[in-house]
T-cell receptor, first 117, second 108 residues
């Protein structure tokens, strides 16, 4: 089946530093990947849609200069949290849409727990 | 961002009981999906519904896409310990919008 990996699974960083999270589709090509954020005991909220070879589309209220997204290949998208602050601490989950699959099907990664101290 | 209203927020049941949860929205969706999320993991797709009125089963799980395209329910029959987790509905219209979640706990 379609597998999506994320790296790292957990990261702790100091306030003011930047952190990069990778999302990879392991056995399929993904022209579109999505980045979600989930705060404790809350639902998943879409942050941005990442399209291979083009700029990401950010949801309202998400700062594009703070959350840098790069989708340089059909199997890799990265999210960089720049100048992280404690309020950025959250569970970041990516998903990938199979290029050859149906429109609805998104395969989710296992998530990355970011803690900013 | 928009969230779908999901109820109940939490359920405490005994093993073997049936479970029912539902999701409502003010918007119409083309597709309804139900996911399960275990602690510290990403969501896993359980059932996908494509047409209004559609009733679909996957083992002990049954879900329906409401006629109005604004709601859906999920039933789990004869619950077992591994059913514990958080269940999310999601509506799709260009992008996914998730429900607020239902936390299922099984009382020993």
């Amino acid at each position: 089946g379609a597998v999506v990996s994320q790296h790292p699974s957990r990261v702790i960083c100091k306030s003011g530093t930047s952190v990069k999270i990778e999302c990879r589709s392991l056995d399929f090509q993904a022209t579109t990947m999505f980045w979600y954020r989930q705060f404790p005991k809350q639902s998943l909220m879409l942050m941005a849609t990442s399209n291979e070879g083009s700029k990401a589309t950010y949801e309202q209220g998400v700062e594009k200069d703070k959350f840098l997204i790069n989708h340089a290949s059909l199997t890799l998208s990265t999210l960089t949290v720049t100048s992280a602050h404690p309020e950025d601490s959250s569970f970041y989950i990516c998903s990938a849409r199979d290029q050859g699959g149906t429109d609805y099907e998104q395969y989710f990664g296992p998530g990355t727990r970011l803690t900013v101290t | 961002g928009q969230q779908l209203n999901q109820s109940p927020q939490s359920m405490f049941i005994q093993e073997g009981e049936d479970v029912s949860m539902n999701c409502t929205s003010s918007s119409i969706f083309n597709t309804w999906l139900w996911y399960k999320q275990d602690p510290g993991e990403g969501p896993v797709l359980l059932i996908a519904l494509y047409k209004a009125g559609e009733l679909t089963s996957n083992g002990r799980l049954t879900a329906q896409f409401g006629i109005t395209r604004k709601d859906s329910f999920l039933n789990i029959s004869a619950s077992i310990p591994s059913d514990v987790g958080i269940y999310f509905c999601a509506g799709q219209y260009e992008k996914l919008t998730f429900g607020t979640g239902t936390r299922l706990t099984i009382i020993p």
